[in-house]
């Protein structure tokens, strides 16, 4: 029996990617001023950023409900194939809630299964996935696959600013203007949808190569894959995975722009690592 994936957009795959892996993405919304846009739709990573920077107000970004998942299950269910459903981390968005809700009004054979995180960290979960549906495993062999290696996926950032962060309720202000003195760049860990910081360095050159060594040091699980992020910095992204590089090897690598709902709270110019930590 098939196994269809169903994502959200949160893990920051662009169109053409989503149908070379074969997924099937639901998006979730994010409103600048008085304009609403479907992420991953109708409003380009670059084009978003854009408009981030010229707004006076913080955007705003609203979940997926639970019919619009259903509506989805029961389309692509009706042939009997096994759903499995990937979403952002639930402590990011109740986006997965949704899910979960609809999955409980739903007839057939289904797995939701909390990514843990979001944007390419999301995404090499969602790399992992399709691997083993592509294998002909069931879908049930591949969410208990994917809630084992998730306890060790981590995103290890340099932020750019953490104005965002503020803004959105999920930093103090005192935190958020600290890091905006003397151009000290937080380099800050994300796992399971939670943010602590790890250091501070005087700009992005000296956070980043904290950030590398640090990613080195700790240890990554190279027979997974390994992200490299950045929100509207590319040229960032290349130079840390060229930094990293001289220290370590690994083997399926992605490189991905943070989208809009991710890039409301993070803002632009970070720079960032996702890799699954050796297991102990």
């Known amino acids: 029996m098939?196994?269809?994936i169903i994502v959200d957009s949160t893990c920051d795959f662009e169109a053409p990617e989503r149908e070379a892996l074969g997924l099937y993405m639901i998006p979730l919304t994010v409103t600048i001023g008085e304009n609403t846009y479907r992420d991953g739709i109708d409003i380009s990573k670059e084009e978003f950023f854009r408009q981030l920077r010229a707004s006076k107000t913080?955007?705003?970004?609203?979940?997926?409900?639970?019919?619009?998942?259903?509506?989805k299950y029961e389309e692509l269910g009706a042939d009997?194939?096994?759903?499995?459903?990937?979403?952002?981390?639930?402590?990011?968005?109740?986006?997965?809630?949704?899910?979960?809700?609809?999955?409980e009004q739903?007839?057939?054979?289904i797995r939701v299964v909390d990514s843990?995180?979001?944007?390419?960290?999301?995404?090499?979960?969602?790399?992992?996935?399709?691997?083993?549906?592509?294998?002909?495993?069931?879908?049930?062999?591949?969410?208990?696959?994917?809630?084992k290696i998730r306890e060790r996926l981590v995103i290890v950032c340099c932020m750019n600013t953490l104005e965002?962060?503020?803004?959105?309720?999920?930093?103090?202000?005192?935190?958020?203007?600290?890091?905006?003195?003397?151009?000290?760049?937080?380099?800050?860990?994300?796992?399971d949808g939670k943010i602590s910081i790890l250091h501070t360095a005087r700009g992005m050159k000296a956070a980043a190569k904290w950030m590398v060594d640090y990613v080195a040091e700790q240890g990554f699980d190279a027979s997974l894959p390994i992200g490299f992020i950045h929100s509207d910095n590319p040229e960032g992204a290349v130079e840390v995975r060229k930094m990293l590089a001289e220290k370590c090897s690994w083997g399926e690598e992605i490189v991905q722009g943070i989208g809009p709902v991710i890039g409301t709270h993070i803002g632009d110019g970070c720079v960032a690592i996702a890799c699954f930590w050796k297991e102990k």
């Open 2 to 4: 098939s196994v269809k």
């Open 58 to 71: 913080l955007p705003h970004t609203s979940q997926i409900n639970p019919s619009t998942f259903l509506e």
């Open 80 to 103: 009997g194939s096994e759903l499995l459903v990937l979403t952002i981390s639930q402590n990011l968005s109740g986006t997965y809630q949704s899910a979960r809700i609809a999955a």
């Open 106 to 109: 739903y007839a057939g054979k």
């Open 116 to 147: 843990s995180l979001a944007t390419t960290a999301f995404a090499m979960m969602v790399l992992e996935a399709c691997k083993r549906r592509d294998a002909g495993q069931p879908v049930d062999a591949i969410a208990d696959y994917l809630e």
């Open 164 to 191: 965002y962060l503020h803004k959105g309720g999920r930093l103090p202000a005192t935190v958020s203007i600290i890091g905006g003195m003397l151009n000290i760049k937080p380099v800050v860990l994300i796992k």
